[in-house]
């Protein structure tokens, strides 16, 4: 059994990032950048009105209430360029000032004191205008050649819709991980409709992993569930494989009972066993290997929260390093009340941040710690990972807290006042 520190840089050394490919920005949500990107224009591209109302040029200096003005011409969004003159343009939210002119009243702000057939000919300042007032001046958002997004981000729909409208039309990406997921066990049913006979129970762990690998960034190629028969159980790792799978996922069968054959049917293939047993809770019986040509195996513990920390603890790093990402950062909160763990072992437990009346944060760790446990999954919204060789954890003491994925900030809509 080898401590996580040691589990983590074994699983490290065996990762390198993937290729770079370019894809189309419609493509890219969810992706990876590979390099970073820089605007290669000014947002917005021009000088516009940030109101209906009408262009002035003040050239430095307050123009006066009471002040009449000829309206020189109209200028909708969309229109070209044109020449402002001395007057007032009557101009829409949007469109491009006029040259020469610098500054917008809001059309709430003067009378019209003469029109023809309902456009604006003269018009009288109700209010001062100060020089530069509701424009929007060119680059004033984003400037041309200013560092979008660097290497390693996340394409959000934020940050790809900043890149479409700086004119960015495709990225330089990582590759996608491919993954596959098999579930062992003869008591698995797949069908979550399907009535259950005498000691079956539904395969939640394969839906479970497909979802938070694909948030994570992945792309899974493959997954299935195969019973307690090590013949099965290599037909489907092909299956993955041929299906082009770079990690390959199990839960059930690396612990030590009579079924737990997966070990034995690794190294039957020629795989690499890397560890087998972390010093952590839940999760200890975890395996690691490379197979032969390469892909990189995960034997997870078959209860549903071994299975889900064997993901987010040990999966999630090597997602990171193969999508050319920084290590994860982690936030250090104080916990909200004693918790007793398992001496000497990392003891990885669903918790909740939560927002105290003294407008502090912190983190409260969930009861029902136990692996089988799933409503305690549904009620966290993060990790609390306590290490060490003491049996309590004290209330106050900062510890590390991860969100539900590497991907997956702390939500904070979901804290709750206390």
């Not at 074994?10 to 990762?15: D, H, I, T, W």
């Not at 010093?279 to 395996?287: C, M, V």
Request: aromatic share 4%; with cysteine; proline share 6%.
């Amino acid at each position: 059994m080898i401590e996580y520190a040691d589990a983590l840089q074994r699983m490290l050394a065996c990762a390198t990032a993937l290729p770079v490919e370019t894809v189309p920005l419609e493509q890219a949500a969810g992706r990876v950048l590979a390099r970073e990107v820089s605007s290669p224009q000014c947002l917005p591209p021009f000088d516009n009105s940030a109101m209906d109302g009408f262009a002035l040029r003040c050239d430095g200096a307050p123009m006066a209430a009471g002040t009449e003005l000829e309206v020189q011409g109209w200028q909708a969004a969309g229109d070209a360029a044109s020449e402002g003159g001395q007057g007032a343009w009557e101009i829409m939210t949007g469109a491009r000032m006029p040259d020469g002119l610098d500054s917008v009243i809001p059309v709430e702000q003067v009378r019209i004191v003469a029109a023809i057939d309902g456009r604006p000919q003269r018009i009288e300042l109700l209010k001062d205008v100060t020089p530069g007032q509701h424009v929007r001046l060119r680059g004033q958002d984003v400037r041309t050649g200013e560092v979008l997004l660097e290497a390693g981000s996340t394409l959000a729909l934020n940050a790809c819709t900043l890149l479409h409208a700086t004119g960015v039309g495709q990225v330089e990406v990582r590759a996608q991980p491919r993954v596959a997921v098999i579930a062992t066990g003869k008591e698995l049913v797949s069908d979550a409709a399907q009535a259950l006979e005498v000691g079956q129970i539904r395969d939640s762990n394969r839906p479970y992993l497909v979802g938070r690998l694909q948030a994570a960034g992945a792309a899974v190629v493959w997954q299935g569930v195969v019973g307690d028969d090590v013949d099965a159980f290599n037909a489907a790792l092909q299956s993955a494989l041929d299906a082009g799978a770079q990690l390959v996922l199990s839960t059930g069968a690396v612990s030590q009972g009579r079924y737990d054959f997966i070990p034995e049917a690794l190294r039957a293939r020629g795989a690499t066993i890397h560890f087998h047993k972390v010093a952590i809770r839940p999760g200890k019986p975890l395996l690691f290997a490379r197979l032969p040509d390469g892909p990189l195996y995960f034997g997870l513990p078959g209860n549903p929260v071994s299975a889900a920390v064997g993901q987010r603890f040990f999966v999630e790093p090597v997602l990171r390093r193969l999508l050319g990402m920084a290590a994860e950062a982690t936030l250090q909160l104080p916990l909200r009340a004693d918790v007793r763990k398992p001496p000497g072992l990392r003891f990885h437990a669903r918790a909740r941040v939560e927002l105290g009346a003294d407008g502090q944060l912190s983190a409260r760790v969930l009861a029902g710690q136990e692996s089988f446990r799933l409503m305690s999954m549904l009620q966290a919204n993060a990790w609390v990972v306590l290490d060490g060789d003491d049996e309590m954890a004290r209330a106050g003491t900062p510890v590390q807290v991860q969100g539900w994925g590497h991907r997956d900030p702390v939500r904070l809509a979901a804290m709750e006042v206390s």
